[in-house]
């Protein structure tokens, strides 16, 4: 990628002057480059609840089964059966408010007849229910392929898992040369409000249920060709980027918190795409990736970055080839981000589906974002001929970078598939990544060493079991948050064993029942990229697109260590399909409930819901009765939460908490997780006459969405009578720290650090009602501290000292707000002001519904001011 290529942030501007000019001298009305296409420098964890009404609404029943590693449903029935697998689809009810029919787009709808009817065409379509969406409407995956018999379904089948998993073997096999149809999955709508490529699909499907020529038969007797029609259905019909839970799910991949992204998950893992593409909008000229540095180090690049760059030219010609121009329509000729970029459009973080899909076998995988902008202010203020005419331009222009990749795809299927079986080759045997290089990756123009991302991979991960049981051994933090961690990686293909007997492994020991990831299998760069730390990328570039690090061994709970060296020749292991359960109940004595996992919180907020006494313990633990053991038996088994033995009696009762929530949607969601019952609120909502006692709230929760210098006279008199009469207020970032402040509650000060900072830092927990047991590592985006301190204010938690952050991207800006500003300052603080308990975070404990080992923090701190 050479010093040749010109910055992003200088190629939009350009083209948004170049696009602005043709707008006044010839094109009017053609559309301009937008400048945070991906919402980046517009959103971070979508709209905040007083705009997202949506997200207040979602059901507590999808956050319930958010708490385990929920799985979707899948494809899994027509595992016996060939193809074509026709099945007539029951069309929803007519939407008239449909957000798609104003641009002459296909309402969701219409999805059903319309596919129905191409399945009456001929032998080739297929249409399945991958799963539902939050919103609970129906995902359609279509296969198009020539007909199999149950006996050929089941030879690709087989041919599949040898790819997989014994790569070697597959290699040397001449059927899986010959015969083996190369799977293509092409993905449409995932942000709602980014309409087109789901029609062109439906134009694609069509065309070739019909088509009698050569080249179509031969392309769908040697390839599968996967098409979900609408990711996102919800926001389809809304016209929304989000579901109807408010989430962004192109940043949910290593969370999957949402049922479509847990759809997407498993058509990847049962299918197996070796190509595959994710329409968006708008950027113009057509974005299509291979992206920006800095590049995924838990990726096999060199195999990667071949086959993506070879397709990009080739969209790009199709796209070019087209035949619109500036000067005609307003459309931009397209852009490849790793040619003609610096920065600011990169791979780094598995969050986006095509830097998810790689994991599970992906040789090529790419954004496409088409040109003509169609959604928010655009589609409340152009004229509809004007919409329309974008609309189908976007349609045009998708489609000609599906058949281009159906064309790549078809040309050099023997060798995308050799080198989806060398991806998974290198991670069986535990080989080197090759790093790119114009050696390595010949016919890819100006790599340089700023592409250069490998990783060392180590021996094995082990998450232990227990409690250490003597000098030198590891024991678990969180039984909970282990089984978690397992059923999570299960859920993503992830290889987990299990030690039948005690061991060592890395210098340390371990007792049976301890997991044992081996690090030399097929995908062992999602379990790295799910387990590692990560890397601080600070230096790297100056800008990132989105999240720069997370990890799940270190956010979500459980002690997971990672061993660089040793054997595991005579570990003694089991396969684990599932995780153990590690419910509990003590068969004596008062029971003791940890609250250090968001599973326990969620047990005990269903404890109080039922009206079972509970009292506090002053290591912010709860004390449940002997008496109620059976009631503590439940809620072990729903929560799979173990209530030890104590003697301990506890003081003052916990009643359940009623949260009123100024929060973002995965704030909500999380919120829910733990059980607590929220009413969601705003500026507007108090203004509009909230009733404090008529909503028996017991604390309020503020990060979005709630300003007290924009409440009028009588919501501020109600709020500040909430407060003064022991309503606790949680508060997070700056708007939690502004109505601190504004409300005359806590006397501290927030500083902000960087805005655009994130990642995984290093803290030291002081312990108490809020920290108790709380995990060493916590989650930022936009980084707080506090000082100014006043008398009684208490420091629960601060960033370790030095360099506090692990993994991710934190820069000072004009020499402040970086790292080294928050080392040793408090991170967490709480106290008592004008009668009301403040717990103020200026860490980002519940973002996106990710950091679940963090999630505690958040439940003590609402227990406590409640």
């Known amino acids: 990628m050479g010093i040749s290529r010109p910055s992003r942030p200088v190629l939009l501007t350009t083209l948004a002057s170049a696009s ?11 559309a301009t480059a937008d400048p945070g296409p991906h919402g980046r420098d517009i959103l971070r964890e979508g709209a905040p609840l007083s705009s997202t009404e949506r997200a207040a609404k979602s059901p507590e029943s999808a956050a319930d089964r958010a708490l385990g590693a929920a799985v979707s449903p899948g494809l899994g029935t027509g595992k016996n059966r060939g193809y074509p697998r026709e099945q007539k689809l029951t069309a929803p009810p007519a939407n008239p408010d449909d957000k798609s029919i104003k641009l002459g787009l296909a309402p969701y709808h219409s999805l059903a007849p319309k596919l129905n009817d191409i399945q009456g065409i001929g032998d080739r379509v297929s249409v399945e229910i991958a799963g539902r969406s939050a919103g609970g409407h129906q995902l359609y995956m279509v296969t198009v392929t020539a007909p199999e018999s149950a006996k050929e379904t089941a030879r690709q089948e087989r041919m599949r898992e040898l790819i997989e998993n014994a790569p070697g073997a597959a290699a040397k096999d001449p059927a899986v040369k010959s015969s083996y149809k190369t799977p293509v999955f092409i993905n449409n709508n995932i942000h709602g409000n980014e309409w087109e490529g789901t029609d062109a699909a439906l134009r694609l499907i069509e065309k070739l249920a019909k088509a009698k020529d050569g080249g179509t038969k031969d392309l769908l007797a040697h390839n599968r060709l996967y098409f979900n029609v609408t990711a996102n259905p919800d926001g389809r019909i809304a016209g929304t980027r989000e579901n109807a839970n408010g989430f962004d799910l192109n940043r949910d991949f290593i969370t999957a918190s949402q049922p479509e992204v847990r759809a997407m998950r498993q058509i990847a893992i049962d299918k197996q795409p070796a190509v595959m593409i994710d329409l968006h909008g708008y950027v113009n000229g057509t974005l299509i990736e291979p992206t920006t540095p800095p590049h995924g180090e838990n990726y096999e690049y060199d195999l990667f970055l071949k086959n993506s760059y070879a397709n990009a030219l080739g969209m790009e010609a199709a796209v070019n080839g087209l035949g619109y121009t500036p000067e005609k329509d307003g459309v931009e000729p397209a852009i490849i981000p790793f040619r003609d970029q610096e920065e600011g459009w990169d791979d780094w973080p598995p969050i986006f589906t095509p830097q998810y899909m790689p994991f599970h076998g992906a040789v090529a995988a790419h954004t496409i974002e088409f040109p003509m902008t169609v959604n928010n202010e655009e589609y409340d203020e152009l004229p509809v001929p004007e919409l329309r005419r974008r609309s189908a331009i976007n349609v045009d222009i998708a489609g000609a970078a599906m058949s281009a990749t159906l064309k790549y795809t078809q040309e050099h299927r023997t060798s995308v598939i050799a080198d989806q079986i060398e991806m998974f080759r290198r991670g069986a045997t535990g080989a080197k990544q090759v790093p790119v290089s114009p050696e390595t990756v010949p016919g890819v123009p100006g790599i340089g060493p700023e592409d250069v991302y490998t990783t060392d991979f180590p021996r094995a991960y082990v998450i232990p079991r227990g409690e250490a049981k003597g000098k030198g051994e590891r024991g678990q933090r969180s039984a909970a948050a282990a089984s978690r961690l397992v059923e999570h990686l299960l859920a993503n293909d992830v290889q987990v064993r299990r030690a039948t007997r005690d061991f060592r492994i890395g210098g340390k020991s371990y007792a049976a029942g301890s997991y044992v990831i081996d690090m030399r299998q097929p995908k062992r760069g999602i ?102 053991r059976g009631a503590a038996a439940a809620a072990a088994k729903k929560y799979d939460v173990a209530f030890d033995a104590t003697k301990v009696k506890g003081g003052a009762v916990v009643h359940r908490t009623r949260v009123a929530a100024a929060v973002t949607p995965g704030e909500l969601f999380a919120l829910r997780e733990m059980n607590f019952d929220v009413v969601p609120v ?31 006279a009588g919501a501020k008199a109600g709020l500040d009578t909430f407060l003064a009469g022991g309503g606790g207020l949680v508060g997070r970032g700056a708007e939690g720290a502004a109505l601190n402040s504004d409300a005359k509650l806590l006397a501290v000060e927030a500083v902000s650090g960087n805005g655009d900072a994130n990642g995984v830092v290093r803290v030291v927990n002081a312990g108490g009602p809020v920290t108790g047991g709380a995990i060493e590592h916590s989650f930022v985006y936009a980084p707080m501290w506090f000082k100014g301190l006043g008398s009684g204010v208490r420091v629960d938690q601060s960033y370790g000292a030095g360099n506090p952050l692990l993994s991710g991207h934190w820069r000072a800006v004009d020499g402040a707000g970086g790292p080294s500003d928050a080392a040793g300052r408090p991170s967490v603080v709480s106290g008592s002001a004008a009668g009301s308990r403040v717990v103020l975070f200026g860490t980002e404990p519940l973002f996106r519904d990710h950091p679940k080992g963090v999630f505690p923090q958040v439940g003590r701190a609402l227990l406590s001011v409640g």
């Open 20 to 30: 602005a000019l043709v707008l006044t001298t010839l094109a009017p009305g053609s």
């Open 527 to 628: 379990a790295n990229v799910m387990l590692a730390d990560g890397r601080d990328i600070s230096d790297k570039v100056s800008t990132m697109y989105d999240i720069s690090g997370w990890s799940l061994g270190r956010l979500w709970g459980a002690t997971v260590d990672s061993a660089k060296g040793g054997s595991l020749t005579g570990v003694r292991t089991r396969v684990v399909d599932e995780a153990s359960r590690v419910g509990y109940v003590a068969p004596r004595g008062n029971l003791r409930l940890r609250l250090d996992d968001a599973r326990e919180v969620a047990a005990l907020n269903w404890l109080t819901g039922k009206g079972v006494s509970v009292r506090r313990a002053d290591d912010g633990s709860v004390i449940v009765p002997s008496a109620a």
């Open 682 to 712: 705003s500026t507007d909502v108090l203004n509009a006459g909230f009733d404090w006692k008529k909503s028996g709230a017991d604390a309020l929760f503020v990060s979005a969405g709630l300003a007290y210098g924009d409440l009028n």
